[in-house]
């Protein structure tokens, strides 16, 4: 925990620049009726009942010091489909950094196993070697910024029916769109001293 609320202390660097990942699903629901439409005085009605197209997996992969956020929806959310991302994030989003500071929780696909998985011993390495990775604790994972930013997704944009993958990319684009042009950030307070009065009970008690 620690080492990752001194990660967020750091001053923004481009040749460094720190990213927060994470990771969500989005059940994809179709109508089986044809909504009503709002009118005056009274709201949108659905049917109760709907049809489950399957699931899609939402990466978000999220810089608080400049405001942007990069979105990718994906079918599923194997270690391949990490390491894809985490390739997009230093081929096509950071091209020019010298390292990229990753913060993540520590699922068991967000570690450099699944660059190997997915790409050859040499290109994973080169990817590998560009990173600077930060683990958020077991049972941390708020500590991870681009959780946060996943929550505002859901309000703002995913809390409805949508019913196939090509829709919630689109939805996604725009909102991400929006988003970064307003340069949104997070205003992080929580610092290392909060963490070691307000959860002092997590620390090991020393005697004598």
């Avoid at 230093?90 to 993540?104: G, Q, S, T």
């Avoid at 967000?110 to 190997?116: A, D, E, I, K, V």
Wanted: with cysteine; proline share 6%.
């Amino acid at each position: 925990m620690e080492d990752v609320l001194d990660v967020y202390k750091r001053p923004y660097d481009p040749n460094r620049p720190m990213v927060c990942l994470d990771e969500t699903s989005k059940q994809l629901i179709g109508e089986t009726r044809i909504p009503v439409p709002a009118i005056p005085g009274r709201e949108a009605r659905y049917d109760h009942e709907y049809q489950r197209n399957g699931t899609a997996n939402l990466f978000m992969v999220f810089e608080p010091l400049a405001g942007q956020r990069h979105v990718k929806v994906t079918q599923r959310r194997t270690m391949k489909d990490w390491a894809v991302c985490v390739r997009e994030v230093v081929d096509e989003m950071y091209p020019a950094a010298e390292r990229i500071v990753l913060v993540m929780d520590n699922l068991n696909t967000h570690t450099p196993t699944s660059l190997y998985e997915a790409f050859p011993p040499h290109e994973a390495k080169r990817i590998a070697d560009r990173l600077e990775i930060h683990y958020t604790p077991k049972h941390g994972s708020w500590l991870d910024m681009a959780e946060i930013e996943l929550g505002i997704l859901g309000r703002q944009c995913l809390d409805r029916r949508i019913d196939n993958a090509g829709a919630l990319t689109r939805e996604v684009a725009a909102w991400e769109a929006a988003r970064n042009a307003a340069k949104a950030k997070v205003d992080w307070r929580f610092t290392t001293d909060n963490a070691r009065t307000k959860l002092k009970k997590l620390y090991p008690s020393i005697e004598g």
